[in-house]
């Protein structure tokens, strides 16, 4: 019996990660090239179609009988429908790049190759491989150095009119609030993503001049929220209400998003959900507290089920299973 | 050659308007029925059938090709998947009402009865007779009473997990800021539906001591969102800033919304909209003030092309070809 398998590939700003994952969501080997500096798309494509190539033989050396049936690709401002890497700010290429084009050409006899950006390739992960299995109508919303969002309604990826559907870490949650890294003010992301956090641990040491927090000798570039979730783990209260406050407005936006989609749940992912209760416990409650009666107590807040290490890779392999449902 | 049409049905606190609608959204008769305020759901049901029946008779005694394919209700607190209306607080009929098969049990040779609340009626109207009809991806706000919406993706309205999705007038807008009749705090509908505008008004000529506006002769019960649009034409500044107030809030939110969906255009429908320019300048602007600069310039805002006076019931209509597509 051959084992179909898939190709993943996350496009980070200074790492590109590929795996082969088979269709139960285990990964069968991985590598990681540069994502260059350079801006040359051509040698990079060229590097990255060796690589994946490389990885391919090397699962087939070891199970002959693996087959590859396409290759998803999570990048930033990645567009579904062109296939095309858009004016991403943290990459070295300019402009749109045809990415999938580009992979086609490497890859003639591959039936799939598509693309999305890593928020909607970790809610398509959610659903292959992942706690969604089940659910036709769900969230993801994805916490790191920014705020990502992928919606699944019926069973489908939203992606909109133009491909860029679910950047809910832009939606405005506090009017002329802090100044979000997109240029606008007060927008989900510059609240509750790891830089949010710092800018809150940080936000309350001032207002209390809290001097005796154990946060208060990180200085404010080297401050990890991985390091506020120690801290509140040893009781600090700067990082305990930090937790506080992060759940709340968090639980505020994902109100936001329960009112528009009524979604059955919530899935949270990223590095800040590491702290468990600390952070479903308030998100919960505040959501619960914005939401109209007819939402109270049905929506689901749950940790992603896919492994933090591999979730980018596993996410962007799911893409192919998507497509071929189609 | 037969014509064919459909029965729409706006069930409203205290009259239920019924119309004859053909496939060009052309009401060929329509009629009134009381809504009972003594919440005996058996009684009504007759009485709506009965009303139901005579209208196609009188249709059909000036065309007798006219076919009656389905009837479509639009109702607050419809549940499209239960065919329900549930706990609807403006409405005499307690808990859950199983409207749709009370409805067929009257007309058992009807293929298509189906029942949704009114805004997602109203978007199902744009997208079958009005202005969206090209349009996948789509989101259509009412502004009157209270603010509701419907969601269009990929062809389909976003029912969610429960059928309940749309409800973006429960949006938080500002966190901590006006009471909401739905007991929340800072709702999107506090601010933007047409006593939301009464009470910005007044909030305005208290900070102002503003005796002088057209708008001070005025108790809080009697102003209406009609006469603050009155005044703005005749250049009061209390009803100007009104305006401008509103829309920079309804963008605040719109911008939101476009961030989950990616929609290619917003209708907006509802009294406040006949103010035209007053209301969709600021809009436009702070909606365009808080995307995210791959949505910008991008995102229609425009009036609905249906008809003020018989929306309610063409919309409801609409659901019934709707139905007809699956």
């Not at 870490?169 to 609030?177: F, Q, S, V």
């Not at 936001?256 to 590491?274: N, R």
Request: hydrophobic content about 40%; proline content about 4%.
């Amino acid at each position: 019996m051959n084992r179909k398998a898939t190709v993943g590939v996350d496009v980070g700003g200074t790492n590109t990660a590929i795996g082969i994952v088979d269709a139960l969501g285990n990964v069968l080997a991985k590598d990681n090239i540069d994502t260059p500096s350079h801006g040359d798309i051509a040698q990079y494509i060229t590097d990255l179609s060796n690589a994946i190539k490389a990885l391919i033989k090397s699962v087939q050396l070891v199970n002959s009988e693996i087959v590859v049936l396409g290759i998803g690709v999570g990048a930033p401002n990645g567009n579904y429908y062109n296939g095309t890497i858009e004016y991403a700010p943290n990459l070295s290429f300019r402009g749109i790049v045809h990415f999938v084009s580009l992979l086609k050409e490497k890859f003639p006899d591959m039936e799939y190759v598509a693309l999305t950006n890593d928020a909607n390739a970790a809610a398509i992960g959610e659903m292959i491989y992942g706690g969604a299995k089940d659910m036709k109508n769900f969230v993801m919303y994805t916490l790191g150095t920014g705020v990502g969002s992928g919606l699944v309604v019926n069973g489908d990826l939203v992606y909109g009119a133009d491909g860029f559907a679910g950047e809910c870490g832009h939606t405005t949650l506090i009017p002329g609030g802090r100044s979000c890294g997109c240029g606008a003010k007060g927008h989900l992301e510059a609240y509750c993503s790891a830089p949010g956090m710092r800018r809150t641990a940080f936000e309350i040491m001032v207002r209390d001049n809290a001097t005796d927090s154990m946060l208060a000798d990180k200085s404010f570039k080297e401050l990890s929220s991985k390091m506020i979730y120690d801290a509140a783990v040893k009781g600090d209260k700067v990082a305990l209400e930090v937790f506080e406050q992060t759940g709340k407005w968090l639980g505020q936006g994902l109100a936001d998003t329960v009112h528009h989609l009524s979604p059955e749940a919530v899935f949270l992912f990223g590095g800040p959900t590491a702290a468990g209760d600390y952070i479903f416990k308030p998100t919960k409650e505040s959501m619960e507290a914005h939401l109209l009666p007819i939402f109270k107590g049905k929506i689901k807040i749950l940790p992603s089920q896919l492994n933090p290490g591999d979730a980018a890779i596993v996410g962007a392999s799911a893409l192919v299973w998507k497509e071929m449902e189609k």
